[in-house]
């Protein structure tokens, strides 16, 4: 068998690597048997490749699996837990127990759903602060209406809970302030800009 | 970046310590690991780029291709240990010396490496 039929039977097995790694590497190793197959016997370097693709290809396969990034599903599915015992608590808010109740489902939930997102990320890259306003937003918000809802359902607020819930009622002011303060700064930092020339 | 404390597997040992001489390309590291094992281990090129692949990722080697001009008319991909990776491949070989040592140490005819 010529040398650039040879090479090109090995070019088409490689096509059974999984595709990114094919991509990546598939025309160097391509080279690389066509130089083995310039250097020494045709036999010998076709029977080191048959063999190496048999026990390389289903290994890169199983590698691209397990490199596959979680399936975000799970952090959809807390995430909705949260947003119902958040409905719960607030279409129940006549009831304490129910509020409370509503709400702890909320946050577990909402922390799940936290966690399984961040998991689904196959690389943490750094960001600057400026790029999670939403994050800081939201929670603003979030202590805010919990603040807001809790203090209708209980009515009079008793006074050991009095500093506790103004306390808790500035923070909301306070994250949703630096929300917004932060959104404007990203505003300006990711504004379009003229190319000069 | 942790130093790594288990031993490296065989294809990325070999690889490291192919490398301990200088950047390479892959049919460069094939023959030198050929040559420092004595011909007894002859890499695929699916091994080969596997075992790249996994030392990019854990950043004991690092592509050098394009870092300066070559004089070389084929696209080829040069690779180079990171210092993370040398220090590894150092450690490998003093593990290596080291086991050496005591295999010898306790052989028929005692010490002798």
Do not use: C
């Amino acid at each position: 068998m010529s040398g650039p039929r040879a090479a090109g039977i090995y070019s088409g097995l490689l096509r059974f690597y999984p595709r990114r790694f094919r991509d990546e590497y598939g025309v160097d190793m391509a080279l690389i048997f066509a130089e083995q197959l310039r250097d020494e016997p045709t036999g010998r370097v076709w029977a080191r490749g048959v063999v190496d693709l048999a026990i390389t290809i289903p290994a890169r396969h199983l590698e691209a699996r397990m490199d596959r990034p979680p399936n975000p599903t799970v952090a959809v599915v807390f995430a909705a837990i949260s947003v119902s015992g958040l409905v719960l608590g607030i279409i129940g808010g006549s009831s304490l127990g129910m509020l409370g109740f509503g709400l702890a489902v909320a946050v577990v939930a909402g922390g799940l759903a936290v966690a399984a997102w961040r998991n689904t990320r196959a690389v943490s890259v750094a960001r600057p602060a400026t790029e999670r306003w939403w994050q800081v937003l939201l929670v603003g918000v979030i202590v805010l209406a919990t603040t807001i809802i809790v203090v209708n359902v209980v009515g009079e607020v008793s006074d050991g809970l009095w500093l506790p819930m103004v306390l808790t009622l500035l923070a909301g002011v306070v994250t949703t302030a630096a929300g917004l303060i932060l959104s404007i700064v990203h505003l300006i930092e990711n504004r379009p800009r003229r190319v000069p020339g | 970046m942790p130093r790594l404390v288990k031993p490296l597997p065989s294809a990325s040992l070999h690889i490291v310590l192919a490398l301990l001489d200088g950047e390479a390309h892959g049919y460069a590291l094939i023959g030198r690991v050929a040559e420092l094992s004595d011909g007894a281990v002859r890499m695929g090129a699916g091994t080969l780029y596997g075992t790249l692949n996994r030392l990019v990722s854990d950043g004991l080697i690092e592509e050098t291709t394009t870092r300066v001009p070559r004089d070389d008319s084929e696209r080829r991909r040069y690779y180079e240990l990171t210092g993370t990776g040398r220090a590894v491949a150092v450690d490998e070989v003093v593990r290596l010396q080291g086991l050496v040592h005591r295999i010898a140490a306790h052989l028929p005819g005692g010490a002798t490496a």
